[in-house]
């Protein structure tokens, strides 16, 4: 065996079991009702803008209808909307709401902070480069 792989193995498995669990904290504090899934969908729109569900979906690797229940349960609690593609009169378009743009924001600079403090001993490189080697590891995964 190789012991490198075994030990990314273990540390991907504690790191990931973490962020499901973070990913449950923030979308109860974005709102109590909010899906942890759910909270994924608020960061690819806050970040990317408005997009089509199957843009959604196909970014998340689910299919279509797990897309539009969590869509559904974001149009519910008012944090995102739907309108019309101008481009295909059948597709929809999703954008996050003011309300929802607002509760997002908060709670993400709450949780950015909250980085700030616990990596505070970290260098700015080091930071640098975990960001730039978990972004390389994502696009591998995209692939």
Do not use: C
């Not at 909010?34 to 196909?58: I, S």
């Amino acid at each position: 065996m190789d012991h490198e792989f075994l030990a990314l193995e273990r540390e991907l498995a504690v790191f990931l079991r973490r962020a499901r669990a973070n990913s449950g904290e923030m979308a109860r504090e974005v709102h109590p009702e909010l899906e942890p899934a759910a909270y994924g969908l608020l960061v690819r729109l806050e970040d990317g803008g408005t997009q089509r569900a199957t843009e959604l979906a196909g970014y998340f690797g689910v299919g279509k209808a797990t897309m539009s229940r969590q869509l559904r349960a974001l149009e519910e609690l008012g944090l995102v909307s739907r309108e019309p593609d101008p481009a295909d009169g059948r597709a929809w378009l999703i954008r996050i709401t003011d309300e929802g743009r607002e509760r997002f924001r908060r709670v993400r600079g709450a949780r950015r902070e909250l980085y700030v403090q616990k990596l505070a001993g970290w260098d700015r490189a080091e930071i640098a480069e975990l960001a730039r080697l978990l972004h390389q590891l994502n696009a591998i995964a995209d692939s």
